[in-house]
């Protein structure tokens, strides 16, 4: 680092970012909707009536293992709070965590860790997110204003327990060999977000 710094010959001050105009949308709800659906996803208005472990089983129809440590879901046959360990979830058709806020500009949803085991995000076939729809920020700016302002929403700690947390949008895809797009190539093949009413 030192040979670095000590060939710098001009140096420039960090620009003032206090005037960035950053994007915003008349409904930031539609928008995360159809940025969800370009990004290859899926977001799916839950009627406030709506049993969300009927429609999760609708959705899946072939899941046999479904992960969740969510008290209303009651279709999850493991729960990642009370596995040995990360690979006990190997074989997840679908798992199923709660997001704290969306992103309309690029779908992103922030997820703290609120389980023990994390993988459960990375290593299901599928993800469900669980989210409510007043939760919807316009952009990253007010994404990380929200993280770094406030330490709880709704009295859920925005990274929980276990000081983790990540934003995801879509499901994983790659098309860096060949330029084929290859969906959950890392991680969940499908992402789908249930939009609530709170």
Request: aromatic share 6%; charged share 20%.
């Amino acid at each position: 680092m030192k040979k670095y710094r000590a060939n710098v010959r001009e140096k420039f001050d960090m620009p003032d970012l206090s005037n960035i105009k950053a994007v915003t949308y008349a409904d930031p709800l539609a928008q995360f909707i159809s940025m969800t659906k370009s990004v290859g996803g899926n977001a799916i208005e839950v009627e406030r009536d709506q049993d969300v472990n009927v429609l999760i089983r609708e959705l899946f129809l072939e899941a046999k293992e479904i992960a969740s440590n969510l008290p209303e879901i009651t279709c999850a046959t493991r729960n990642p709070d009370t596995v040995s360990n990360a690979a006990d979830l190997n074989g997840t058709d679908v798992g199923i965590v709660r997001g704290c806020f969306g992103v309309a500009e690029n779908a992103c949803v922030w997820i703290p860790q609120q389980m023990k085991e994390k993988a459960v995000c990375f290593i299901s076939e599928n993800l469900v997110i669980l989210l409510p729809k007043s939760q919807i920020v316009n952009n990253m700016h007010e994404a990380y204003a929200r993280l770094s302002a406030q330490p709880s929403l709704n009295g859920e700690s925005l990274f929980d327990q276990y000081g983790y947390g990540t934003f995801i949008s879509g499901p994983s895809k790659t098309a860096d060999i060949a330029q084929v797009l290859v969906m959950g190539a890392q991680a969940a093949r499908t992402a789908t977000v249930l939009l609530l009413d709170e």
